[in-house]
């Protein structure tokens, strides 16, 4: 177990911009942060990373929380792996007290394939520098490739030797499960035989976008034309490879600072640009590019530059791919390096300045590289350049952006010398046909189910007399203003006006006791009641006491009510403009808010009544309901005279 008080240090010490930032790019909003969620795939972003509070909420999906819940939502992580996290990224130290037998039992399966990756890692980059064999054939063939021994190291390369069972065998020496040998595929079980799957092979560790060491590829080094050139690690509960971007750890802070990726497709393509000095390029790594590398991608920047070599066969196949990248909503260019290179040989032959340059002027956005590739193939017969255009047309049509798609149509027909309205009438007619298709795939009858599922059901009166937004108010100005003075003026025993300054939590907590004010949904009474026993204790609990509650229903509750998605945007002060906004107002705010709530539960109170009045068949009790329907009348007039006042004030 972590003690408590490291728990609070690293609560205090982590910065929810510094955690958040690792993964997704950031942009400054007004006091705020803005970003795209990585949770969901959204084209608008609606994740806001709060400073002032340590925390960030997504309007679209509705996932938020602090930096310990963001780690553990990104990174699938436990409570305390994710502390341990950010204990590692802060220099917190981490004291625990030794665990029981039943918890080391329900140690995270994960965690243990972690464990046998990153000792697998270690052990192979020994076998590259310290066996004879490693450094004869895998260490030789690395330097030959013109690998420095800075990127050996940077990217973690190592050898396993070729033997069936060397890895194995010291693994098991070591400790470490078979089961978890073969989960992790560097084992494989033939027939109750265990034997290595990467012997004989330069070995490339893949990492998590955190660091860790999730999976492997492996280049054979003999010429054996009956054995794969590469192999890579099969998929496991930490390695799911359409996820997953060879060099995204190393290259993720200079995609943010460059805002924008190099994509190319094997590990020393990677390797080879890293060495010239480009290290914002990632890897698909013998994969065809999916959408969930796309939207790893996109966490960082929108725009996405695709490295290819000379071969042409292989482009057209690469369309598919530029089409789910436009589809993304993202930017996409290409760059085609000369025949007989790739970016692995051009990096290798030539000086830093040189392939930084050439990768820069011959960036050409989509619709050039796609129309030269395809001319080349029309040449002059009408009907290829037809096709040729109905082709550029339908990438152009999964652009969801409407402005971006008029800018590649002008473009496009400039290009081509032909009509812009000619191309436009194309993309509206395979934009219908889009749409159309889509609708007959969800079905109409699917869509009413749908409806009546989601239909709540509730009678009429439960739902115009419910108290919750009143309660989700109240509980919403706890949080966010408890802490602030509002200003009430009184007398004193000498008859002078004073003024005398009033937690707004004390009030709100005081003025409802004293009139019996029960909250009923369950998570806000909860919060409620913290409130009154801290209050009790004579402490005002602030923001940070929720967010970081035991209770995760209540700390969940807490950011979604402490989240405001309409923030300023400018900083209107700076030029001696004021704009108002609510805090400018509390006073007034939090007792109409009150007096809401009080007028709700009035109303509640008069229906109730109402209906035991039908109910009841005596005279005498008869009588008593009907004066008690006579006060709550005369109370809820007055309740909403006072609101009148406030409110037109």
């Not at 925390?55 to 553990?72: D, E, P, Q, R």
């Not at 990438?395 to 008029?406: A, E, F, K, Q, T």
């Not at 599922?453 to 966010?480: C, G, H, M, T, Y």
């Not at 700076?574 to 539960?601: G, R, Y």
Request: charged share 30%; aromatic share 10%; hydrophobic share 35%.
């Amino acid at each position: 177990m972590i003690k408590p008080e490291t728990i609070q240090q690293i609560f205090d010490t982590a910065r929810i911009e510094e955690v958040v930032g690792e993964f997704v790019a950031l942009k400054k909003r007004g006091v705020n942060l803005l970003g795209l969620c990585p949770f969901h795939n959204e084209k608008t972003p609606s994740f806001t990373v709060s400073p002032a509070k340590g925390i960030y909420k997504c309007f679209g999906c509705g996932k938020g929380g602090n930096a310990v819940n963001f780690i553990m939502d990104h990174e699938h992580y436990s409570y305390p792996e994710a502390l341990k996290y950010l204990a590692k990224k802060y220099s917190i130290e981490i004291e625990e007290s030794e665990q029981t037998p039943e918890e080391k039992e329900k140690q995270d399966e994960q965690e243990s394939l972690y464990h046998v990756t990153a000792f697998a890692q270690e052990y192979f980059t020994r076998n590259l520098h310290e066996t004879e064999e490693g450094k004869a054939v895998a260490l030789s063939y690395l330097k030959n490739r013109g690998i420095s021994d800075a990127m050996i190291e940077k990217f973690q390369i190592g050898y396993c030797i070729d033997k069936f069972e060397d890895f194995t065998n010291y693994a098991v020496k070591e400790g470490y499960k078979r089961k978890y040998l073969e989960k992790s595929g560097l084992t494989i079980n033939k027939d109750g035989r265990y034997y290595d799957r990467f012997r004989g092979r330069v070995m490339f560790p893949v990492h998590s976008v955190s660091g860790r060491v999730i999976a492997f590829g492996g280049r054979i080094l003999s010429s054996e034309k009956s054995k794969a050139k590469y192999v890579n690690s099969p998929e496991s509960d930490i390695y799911n490879k359409s996820r997953v971007l060879y060099g995204i750890y190393h290259a993720r802070n200079a995609i943010l600072k460059n805002d924008n990726c190099y994509l190319v497709e094997g590990y020393t393509d990677v390797i080879s640009l890293h060495q010239a000095g480009i290290e914002n390029v990632v890897a698909s790594s013998g994969t065809s590019l999916t959408v969930d590398q796309i939207k790893l991608i996109k966490r960082f920047t929108p725009n996405i530059t695709i490295l290819y070599d000379g071969d042409e066969a292989g482009l057209k196949a690469s369309f598919r791919g530029i089409d789910m990248i436009l589809e993304e909503g993202m930017n996409v260019k290409v760059v085609l390096f000369p025949e007989g290179e790739d970016p692995d040989s051009y990096a290798s032959n030539h000086r830093s300045e040189e392939v930084e340059k050439f990768v820069q002027d011959n960036a050409k956005d989509f619709i050039t590289f796609k129309t030269d590739i395809l001319l080349k193939e029309a040449k002059n017969d009408p009907i290829k350049r037809a096709g040729l255009i109905k082709e550029i047309v339908q990438s152009i049509s999964v652009i969801p952006d409407g402005i971006y798609r008029s800018v590649y149509v002008r473009e496009c027909s400039s290009i081509m010398n032909i009509p812009e309205q000619t191309l436009m009438n194309e993309l509206n007619k395979s934009l219908r046909k889009k749409y159309s298709e889509r609708y007959k795939g969800q079905g109409f009858e699917h869509v009413e189910v749908e409806t009546e599922q989601a239909e709540p059901q509730f009678k009429p009166e439960e739902d115009v007399f419910s108290a919750d937004n009143q309660e989700k108010e109240i509980v919403r100005l706890l949080l966010n203003y408890g802490n602030r003075d509002i200003i009430f003026e009184t007398e004193n025993e000498l008859g002078k006006t004073i003024e005398v300054p009033v937690k707004i939590a004390e009030f709100i907590v005081h003025d409802l006791r004293n009139d019996e004010i029960k909250l009923e949904h369950p998570e806000y009474r909860l919060i409620f009641d913290e409130y009154v026993h801290q209050l009790s204790q004579g402490v005002v609990p602030d923001e940070n006491h929720f967010i970081q509650f035991q209770d995760s229903r209540i700390a969940k509750i807490a950011i979604d009510l402490l989240s405001d998605p309409y923030e300023l945007s400018f900083n209107w002060a700076k030029n001696k403009i004021h704009v108002k906004q609510e805090q400018d107002n509390l006073k007034e705010l939090v007792a109409s808010s009150v007096l809401s709530f009080k007028a709700k539960k009035i109303d509640q109170m008069i229906l109730a009544n109402q209906k035991e009045m039908k109910e009841n068949t005596s005279e005498e009790d008869a009588m008593v309901l009907l004066q008690k329907h006579i006060n709550l009348k005369q109370v809820s007039r007055e309740i909403n005279k006072q609101l009148s006042r406030i409110v037109t004030k």
